[in-house]
């Protein structure tokens, strides 16, 4: 009987592996959970547990420290970013085969606070996870694909979730200083010195300032401040409440054309317009309540709130607009954000079976109070008004989904629906009143996954999703062609075929009945039509050794446009082959050292691919000692000081002097070459 127990226990364990639905904020009521120290070695990774991607997770951050946002979406296997406004800009995000903008077509959260924005002056669902702490970061959550009925919004190419600590045993201080007159410093404060962990507080801040490398210095300014507060009611409750603000200030070199720089017009570092920059700021409170109904019934709520401000100054074309006043534009963005999420979830046992059941419900209003686009003059005169106006963007959602358990196999149909609200006033067309569309969309799921044995998993996820629209394009197409559809379907494997080697394959296919974009820079609306994407996933995780780790991802993807003729239907930016990993060395005596890489291979810029984004290949090295109660670390960027381009676009641009219809050519923003950052951090 015991061994028929224990067999059923291993097959209810792997529930919930690879749907990428796997929280790391599952209830708290195991009093355990808190204090469970990271998985640090390979061997110890059991695949058929419904939290080896967690403990995958938790190796990379143990085994490769981050201390930057960037760092944190580069933890995602196949996630590439790039920066291109002088640091404070949330960065550009490429993922299986998307060009996603700033958060386009993939959905991120933090503790369950969806961080996209929608509507945004400056894209659709811009994300700026620039508020995160990286230390007080505990686990990344991640999916690809639209295979998961409890996301909805923006979940196209994939989603990300970011979850902080519940609690720290330390308080830390840190201090770091580097090239370019770089310097911040950080700190987590435990509030709460108790010997039960039915209660815990801590704080946390951090400060960054840097003048980067470029001619007309950033200026970079960022303060974030995070608290969080758990307490265990009583065997079955818990609530959790936690705060953060942030806020920063910076100038930006901008996107510079080729031949700014090849006729020597500028430096390399230079800048076109020196007046580029601006500042944003985000304030948010989050409060999570779960229950313990029964040994079988859960039910989790959530309610949260966010103050957003933002304001950019940027400059594409120069003088092609305006040969006089020039083209710098300012968008800017003032809103209130509220939400709240509830899940229901109860377990069945059955003769020769088991089933869990998920259900859910969800709501979002983004009240815009202001949302606009302008020409201006060196941040100061109003020339042109191109967009202007104010708001309410609702969703509400609901979903179910199932998780059947029969012998190796798990099942896993959803289902999930989505109503949209878009209301918006038009302060240039005040005749017009208040515009008001309304969508709903209905997005059904059903993914496979079969356990051969401990170290052997394969599955097969399908489903579908949409294409999420600014609220301005909804009322520019009066309604119509709202949330196009997508479908996707992954067939993967999750191996390990040694104890100390885990091998990830995936073969995937995405398509979208149209992509809706609009045009925040410019003003408009542009439809990209239908698309297909394809390709092939691999990382793999080798510890041969308990103090020396390997990592590498490959990511192959082939986006096409349907319907244009070859030649003329590639989708620009969109990535076709990524690679990223290292190797890292950890030793007893506390010293380590990562080697990292990343590495992008060339892309059309244009939908005929007259014009190609440079590929480039980047190493990065961080040095590391640690003792009980403090630790020195030194982070080198660039390595081998290559010429990199980190962010590329085509775009027509004008300079001076030039004929008035302009040049089109690739517009660049220079990779960070040679960098070198030093800290210390004291515990107590």
Not at 357 to 380: C, E, N, P
Not at 461 to 489: C, E, Y
Not at 588 to 600: C, D, E, P, T, V
């Amino acid at each position: 009987m015991a061994i028929l127990s224990m067999k059923k226990t291993s097959i209810y364990s792997c529930l919930l592996l690879f749907t990428g639905a796997v929280s790391a904020q599952t209830p708290v009521l195991n009093k355990d959970k808190i204090a469970k120290k990271p998985v640090i070695l390979l061997d110890s990774v059991i695949i058929t547990s419904k939290t080896a991607q967690q403990d995958l997770m938790k190796i990379n951050l143990n085994r490769v420290p981050v201390n930057t946002a960037q760092d944190l979406l580069r933890k995602v296997p196949g996630l590439f970013i790039a920066q291109h406004a002088g640091g404070g800009k949330a960065e550009q995000i490429f993922l299986r085969g998307f060009d996603n903008d700033h958060g386009t077509d993939i959905a991120i959260s933090a503790d369950g606070i969806p961080v996209n924005m929608v509507s945004h002056a400056h894209g659709q669902g811009y994300s700026d996870l620039h508020f995160l702490i990286p230390e007080t970061i505990d686990n990344i959550s991640f999916g690809k694909g639209a295979y998961y009925a409890d996301k909805g919004d923006f979940n196209t190419s994939g989603y990300v979730d970011f979850h902080t600590y519940d609690h720290v045993d330390q308080s830390m201080l840190k201090l770091e200083g580097g090239s370019f007159n770089t310097m911040r410093t950080a700190g987590i404060f435990n509030l709460l010195h108790e010997d039960t962990k039915q209660r815990n507080a801590y704080i946390a801040g951090e400060y960054n300032f840097t003048n980067g490398p470029f001619k007309v210095k950033q200026n970079f300014n960022r303060l974030n401040l995070f608290g969080k507060f758990n307490q265990q009611l009583d065997e079955r409750s818990y609530i959790n409440i936690q705060a953060s603000t942030f806020s920063s200030n910076w100038n930006g070199s901008g996107q510079i054309p080729e031949r700014a720089v090849s006729e020597g017009i500028i430096g390399r570092f230079g800048s076109i317009d020196t007046t580029e920059g601006g500042n944003t700021s985000r304030t948010s409170l989050l409060l999570n309540y779960r229950y313990k109904i029964s040994d079988r019934e859960d039910w989790e709520s959530s309610f949260y709130y966010s103050h957003y401000k933002f304001n950019l100054y940027s400059d594409f074309t120069f003088f092609l607009v305006h040969p006089d006043k020039g083209d710098e534009i300012h968008q800017f963005d003032d809103r209130d954000v509220y939400g709240m999420n509830h899940k229901y979830s109860k377990r069945f046992e059955f003769s020769n079976s088991s089933l869990i059941w998920k259900a859910g419900g969800g709501f979002r209003m983004d009240d815009i109070h202001d949302l606009g686009l302008s020409y201006v003059t060196a941040r100061d005169s109003l020339n042109e008004r191109l967009a202007w106006g104010t708001g309410i963007e609702t969703n509400i959602n609901a979903f179910t989904a199932a998780e059947w358990v029969v012998g190796k196999w798990m099942i896993n149909p959803g289902v999930r629906a989505d109503w949209f609200n878009y209301n918006y006033y038009d302060k240039l067309n005040p005749r017009n009143g208040q515009q008001g569309y309304q969508k709903i969309r209905i997005s059904p799921k059903l993914n496979f996954f079969y356990n051969a044995d401990a170290n052997t998993q394969l599955y097969l996820k399908t489903g579908f999703g949409f294409h999420s629209n600014d609220i301005r394009d909804v009322v520019l197409q009066k309604g119509a062609n709202t949330l196009p559809w997508s479908a996707g379907a992954d067939l993967g494997a999750m191996l390990k075929p040694v104890r100390d080697l885990v091998i990830q394959p995936i073969l995937w296919y995405t398509y979208l009945s149209n992509e809706y974009v609009w045009n925040g820079d410019s003003y408009g609306t542009s439809a990209v039509g239908k698309t297909r994407r394809f390709g092939v996933d691999l990382t793999v995780h080798y510890q041969p050794l308990s103090w020396l780790y390997l990592d590498a991802d490959a990511n192959y993807a082939d986006p096409k446009l349907i319907g244009e003729p070859a030649g003329n239907n590639y989708l620009e930016l969109a990535p076709t082959f990524t690679s990223a990993g290292g190797i890292g060395v950890q030793l007893k005596n506390g010293m380590s050292a990562n080697l990292r890489y990343r590495y992008i291979h060339s892309r059309p810029a244009t939908q005929d691919n007259s014009i190609i984004a440079q590929g480039y290949f980047v190493n990065d090295l961080l040095l590391g000692y640690e003792k009980k109660h403090w630790a020195f670390n030194i982070q080198v960027q660039n390595l081998f000081d290559v010429n990199w381009n980190e962010a590329m676009f085509a775009e027509t641009t004008r300079l001076h002097g030039e004929p008035s219809a302009g040049v089109e050519q690739l517009t660049f923003t220079p990779g960070t070459p040679l960098y070198i950052k030093a800290g210390i951090t004291v515990k107590f």
